[in-house]
């Protein structure tokens, strides 16, 4: 990231001085900074698209069919068609919904989805804000996400997206509760909420010092909590076997009335989500850019490695369950998730109180 | 207590791992799908597909104008009319087969004294209108001439069990 802040201070810094006076250094920061937001959002893009064309073949391989593969060389200009053909459709509106917040809908449910980027870091100090607060600031971010969710469901006036709109955001705010409370097991470990601290604070300890820094990272000491959290994550993206939200075969979700452009975003969301969420477990549980042994390079590499594992989990577990009854769920939720970290927190405070702490 | 057993089975997750297994083989077991404009399955050759008429070894129309495929088809689809040639020879003047109506039955094929009208191994023929399945005897004619290698293999292969 500081390359990008020299390569343009030295392209643009004589003529931005004369240009702008004494107000240079302001502009030069918003430049450098909407620089650097276009090449974290670029690339999500595109790992975006590329991920719905995964999830397609991966589900295809496991449901013995060769997925898509007519467009472009095995299938890999597909998300691309799929994008052109959304944008070519037209955005229906239904009469008597509330025509701005139905439009606003998705970009509630994107937007965040996006701007939690700004804190994650993707190799050491290689992050875009890096507050002292991030986990926090996330956790903030992502949860106006189940706006967009009740907005679209109130907005389109209809009472299938309404009651669609209702369940989500009940689950929503149902796994956010288990998802917290799994964080905060992770903050109390690494005491710190920077998550560039809680992945240095993983690089460390008895097996780390061996060289087997893998044995460190937070997912063995923690591991019901990992389980934990990895389900709720595919709660929070209303990913099957959780997506009563979408419940496309049979409860229709809250983008029952949406259409073209307006529903690509909700897909999108979606997308971005599980990549955020799937990042934000390979930083907490699987130690983010850390190298799995120790004599191997650390690097933003093994970032890449372990996201792309846990999205393939996704996909796997997608294509593997049926979807959950939403009373299961919520039992899921409630019963079994939160008592469990609750216990766990409980197990760890004692533990790290304990002589035998590991956290030392 | 069976159901405080049941709460740690569950707990262990043991049978979501195991329908993942089932799920990971078939991630690597070998993919049976036929690619269908490249590849094609093997056809029987008692394969029924778009109908052609024959013609004998000297060019000869094989269809003698008995009617008993019209008379045999059970969704009336084959209209025929017939005249005598310049040779005196009864000889159809219109034969047409409405595909609209064709059930593939096979009868016509099976009634046929002479062998004259087939059914075919070919199958891809959609058109973009209704009036485009009516097939004329030219186009029947045409397919027969075009196929008949495949059609006399097709039916000498089968005449054992005629
Ligand atoms: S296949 Fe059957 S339905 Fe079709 S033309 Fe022949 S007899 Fe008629
Ligand atoms: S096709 Fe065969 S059955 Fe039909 S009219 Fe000609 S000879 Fe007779």
New interface residues.
Partial sequence: MRVIDDVLAFVLGGLGSRVFGAMWPNVFIALVTLVKIACIVAPLMLSMAYLTLLERK?IG??????GP?RVGPFGLAQPFADGLKLLFKEIVIPSGADKWVFLAAPVFAIAPALAAWAVVPFDDGLVLADVNAGLLTLMAITSIGVYGVVLAGWSSNSRYAFLGGMRSAAQLISYEVAMGLALIVVVMVSNSLNLGDIVRSQGKGLFANAGFSVLSWNWLPLFPVF?VYLVSIVAETNRAPFDMAEGESEIIGFHLEYSGLAFALFYMAEYASMILCSTLAALLFLGGWLSPFGFLPDGFHWLLVKVFVILTGFL??R???PRYRYDQVMRLGWKVFIPITLLWTLVVGAWMMSPWSVWK | MASVKDVFKSLTLGELVSGLTVTARALFAPKTTVLYPEEKTPRSPRFRGMHALRRHPDGTERCVGCKLCEAACPAAAITIEIAPNERGERKTTRYEIDMNKCIFCGFCVEACPVDAIVETRFHEYCVESRAGLVWTKDRLLDNGARREEEIARDLARDMKYR
């Fill in positions: 991966i391989w496991m449901q013995a069919r060769l593969n389980i796997w577990i294509a593997t369950f």
